[in-house]
T-cell receptor, first 113, second 114 residues
Framework: QQQVKQSPQSLIVQKGGISIINCAYENTAFDYFPWYQQFPGKGPALLIAIRPDVSEKKEGRFTISFNKSAKQFSLHIMDSQPGDSATYFCAASKSPSGSRLTFGEGTQLTVNP | EAQVTQNPRYLITVTGKKLTVTCSQNMNHEYMSWYRQDPGLGLRQIYYSMNVEVTDKGDVPEGYKVSRKEKRNFPLILESPSPNQTSLYFC?????????????FGPGTRLTVL
């Protein structure tokens, strides 16, 4: 059973638009929520992460919004660029371990020029 | 350069022929993990290790073995591969400290079992 559910499975956005990917989790013990970005032929790489003591974290064009009561979090990519085309994975884990991540199913983002 | 390396990158084998995928990291990380990536399922953890000689099952350990005899190496062993183990495999490592849980992933090994 998937403990972290991610949607949509695929997303097509025009250059300059906003990309939004959503995730929902079940385990209330999760307290670390990272997003990973994966380009074809590469391993995933950490993009941005949040802990539940804040509701939003922004790094450049990337923002995580976190709703603890709803057990949901989302990634917003502002001013999306063709170079953002990749697969995005949300994940969750329980601290203090950095070794166990539970991933969502992934979203393939395509940003058209 | 700080990195996680995996070998081989591509492997085609037949059912039942034992194989090992190697993983090595040069960042002196305590934690290492193996994941498999399948379409529509994301990445699922196979095994993880919190330090030398300390390993534990992840979410999908059946059919796999691991060992952690040295801090830098964490090989994945398939004693008798089957077609349902055809997948893309990733090794990852992370440091056991504070609130920084960043996992660094290797480039992946694409395995096909015929």
């Amino acid at each position: 059973q998937q403990q972290v559910k991610q949607s949509p499975q695929s997303l097509i956005v025009q250059k300059g638009g906003i990309s939004i990917i959503n995730c929902a989790y079940e385990n209330t013990a999760f307290d670390y929520f990272p997003w990973y970005q994966q380009f074809p032929g590469k391993g995933p790489a950490l993009l941005i992460a949040i802990r539940p003591d804040v509701s939003e974290k922004k790094e450049g064009r990337f923002t995580i919004s976190f709703n603890k009561s709803a057990k949901q979090f989302s990634l917003h990519i502002m001013d999306s660029q063709p170079g953002d085309s990749a697969t995005y994975f949300c994940a969750a884990s329980k601290s203090p371990s950095g070794s166990r991540l539970t991933f969502g199913e992934g979203t393939q983002l395509t940003v058209n020029p | 350069e700080a990195q996680v390396t995996q070998n081989p990158r591509y492997l085609i084998t037949v059912t039942g022929k034992k194989l090992t995928v190697t993983c090595s990291q040069n960042m002196n990380h305590e934690y290492m993990s193996w994941y498999r990536q399948d379409p529509g399922l994301g990445l699922r953890q196979i095994y993880y290790s919190m330090n030398v000689e300390v390993t534990d099952k992840g979410d999908v350990p059946e059919g796999y073995k691991v060992s952690r005899k040295e801090k830098r190496n964490f090989p994945l062993i398939l004693e008798s591969p089957s077609p349902n183990q055809t997948s893309l495999y990733f090794c990852a490592s992370s440091k056991a400290s504070g609130r920084t849980d960043t996992q660094y992933f290797g480039p992946g090994t694409r395995l096909t079992v015929l």
